[in-house]
């Protein structure tokens, strides 16, 4: 479980498109990865990853999506 004292942004609609377009996230998968990212204040990207949603590639591949759409 990952717990941060921050409040986390929003997740953009951009972001959910890319993980279940390009990345081929379900949409169980990414709505049980939300519900886990709202409740422990964790980035969803960390959450999907530790939950073994996304695989180690695919986590340094929404790392490198979010460092060009910032």
């Known amino acids: 479980m990952v717990i941060s004292s921050h409040p986390q942004p929003e997740v953009s609609p ?17 709505n ?4 886990q990212a ?5 980035p969803l990207p960390i ?13 340094q591949q929404v790392l490198d999506w979010e460092n060009d759409h910032q």
């Open 47 to 59: 959450v999907l990853w530790s939950f073994g949603l996304l695989s180690l590639t695919q986590y």
């Open 14 to 30: 951009q972001l959910i498109e890319f993980l279940q377009q390009k990345l081929g996230l379900s949409e169980n998968a990414l």
């Open 38 to 42: 709202e409740l422990e204040q964790a």
């Open 32 to 35: 049980l990865g939300l519900r």
